[in-house]
């Protein structure tokens, strides 16, 4: 993949620029909003679940259990939205000039991981308000993003794709994510789960890096290996799987679009 | 220029489906993924035959026009041209780095300037953000639009909006040109400016021309190919 996009990484760039521009052009606030998502999210959560409903989750503070997931599932839903109707909304470029179609929901990914990692300047501080201690275990950051972002990737080129042949791809899209959503150990703790539902869940590996991202930046704890090991196969294989397929589908793309 | 442009198609033939939900095809593609990519001879339902065993090719410094009626298969010609997608028989060879005119509204943004459509569409061409920040002045100087160029293009009339495409096109470094039915939405004026650019600029380069109007393919080609039903007549 690397090999291919290098001849076209200007395009890139320029893809993502252009998304950049598009998204905060005619906006009042402008970049403010990579911010404002999240966080108005997570007060949201913090008032219905903290304030109203009176649930306690483990016993991190409401704002930074709440932040800690909106985070990371604000980035995957966001590129996976992005990613739907990117390669069916661009038809009259596709069927006109070739580039690696890959780019265009790529470009997604790269928007909202610009976001991800703004907001992830504001988790920083809300780790220091807390006055969390920080541990070097909070580097386990690194490897379950770079997870995030492959998985992320991997679904982000499916979905692309397949709204090329079936528009139904879009209207699906909107139920799975909200679907996700719930299977994803956002708004709750996986420890608060029957451990009959621990394992199905365990098959999102969105849980998988949610939860442990919490585990490494709250908890100061590092992430269990083996687990990682296997979340890491399944993403990994999952990846190529699908690359390899959009490879082979791409250069229809202009005859069924 | 690092070397030239040439062109071949062989008995070239492409079948197109008039379905508009595709149930076989991506079967078909996910099936490719395992066993390699099959060819069919045969008609199924609903489909049918856009080109009928094209041969011709194309050397340096060659206009040639497409001239045809309406769904003759002229634009499927270009589009095996730029790669966007391949012949259903036959060979398409082509070498040299290819720049289709990309028509109104595809490779730029409504909501963005001008300049910001030179990078978005340069890129798109092939261009690197290097050599186009060195070229942008001349860019806007063909264009003749520079009171315009930061304003968003969805504030520019079709004729402008031409002008800048085409402007960004001949500047690219492309061998092989690709302009479908575009050359007759500009002025006399600029009609004018397109003619002596390629008649001075384009001495290498291989130009294809799209038209059903036979006078502008006169004017501008070298060499005219007329097609009808996907057969060159």
């Known amino acids: 993949m690397i090999r291919r996009l290098y001849a076209y990484k200007d395009l890139l760039l320029v893809f993502i620029w252009r ?75 596709v069927t006109k000039i070739y580039f690696p179609r890959e780019i265009i929901p790529l470009s997604g990914v790269a928007i909202n991981l610009i976001d991800y990692l703004i907001g992830l300047v504001f988790y920083f501080l809300l780790l220091l308000v807390y006055r969390i201690p920080l541990t070097w275990n909070i580097l386990w950051l690194i490897p379950l993003l770079i997870m995030l972002v492959m998985y992320t990737t991997s679904i982000s080129l499916l979905l692309s794709a397949l709204n090329v042949y079936y528009r139904d791809v879009k209207l699906v899209t909107a139920f799975l994510i909200q679907f996700l959503f719930f299977a994803t150990p956002v708004i709750y703790s996986i420890d608060a789960v029957d451990n009959r539902w621990k394992y199905l869940l365990f098959l999102n590996p969105l849980t998988f890096i949610v939860e442990n991202m919490r585990r490494v930046s709250i908890e100061g704890r590092e992430v269990v290996l083996w687990q990682m090991g296997i979340e890491l196969v399944g993403i990994v294989a999952l990846y190529l799987i699908i690359y390899r397929i959009f490879i082979r589908i791409e250069r229809a793309f202009a005859d069924v679009i | 220029m690092s070397f030239e442009p040439v062109i071949t198609f062989e008995h070239v033939w492409k079948k197109y489906s008039k379905q508009q939900v595709l149930n076989n095809s991506l079967r078909e593609e996910l099936i490719s993924v395992v066993t390699g990519r099959k060819c069919h001879d045969d008609l199924a339902e609903g489909e049918f035959w856009a080109l009928k065993n094209i041969s011709f090719n194309a050397r340096k410094g060659e206009r040639i026009g497409l001239y045809g009626p309406n769904g003759s298969g002229k634009s499927t010609i270009l589009k095996l041209l730029a790669n966007v997608t391949y012949p259903t028989k036959g060979t398409v060879h082509v070498r040299g780095r290819v720049a289709p005119l990309i028509e109104l509204g595809a490779g730029m943004h409504p909501d963005l300037t001008g300049t910001e459509n030179i990078y978005m569409n340069g890129t798109i061409l092939g261009m690197g953000i290097r050599a186009l920040k060195y070229n942008i002045d001349k860019i806007i100087d063909f264009s003749g639009l520079r009171d315009f160029i930061d ?28 302009f479908d039915e575009v050359l007759a939405v500009g002025d006399d004026e600029f009609q004018q400016k397109c003619h002596s650019i390629i008649d001075s600029r384009f001495k290498e380069q291989i130009i294809f021309i799209i038209s059903h109007d036979k006078n502008i393919l006169q004017q501008f080609c070298n060499k005219i190919i007329h097609i009808e039903h996907g057969v060159i007549k």
Do not use: C
């Open chain 1, 19 to 93: 998304e950049f521009l598009i998204r905060y052009k005619q906006t009042a606030i402008g970049v403010l909003w990579a911010i404002l998502q999240p966080v108005s999210l997570m007060l949201l959560f913090t008032f219905i679940f903290g304030v109203v409903l009176q649930i306690t989750q483990k016993d991190y503070p409401y704002t930074l259990f709440y932040f800690a997931g909106v985070l990371p599932w604000t980035f995957f839903a966001g590129s996976a939205n992005f990613a739907v109707t990117s390669l069916s909304g661009n038809f009259n470029l």
């Open chain 2, 151 to 178: 304003v968003p293009v969805k504030k520019y009339s079709s004729g402008m909006y031409l002008r800048l495409a085409f402007s960004i096109a001949v500047h690219s470094q492309a061998e092989i040109f690709l």
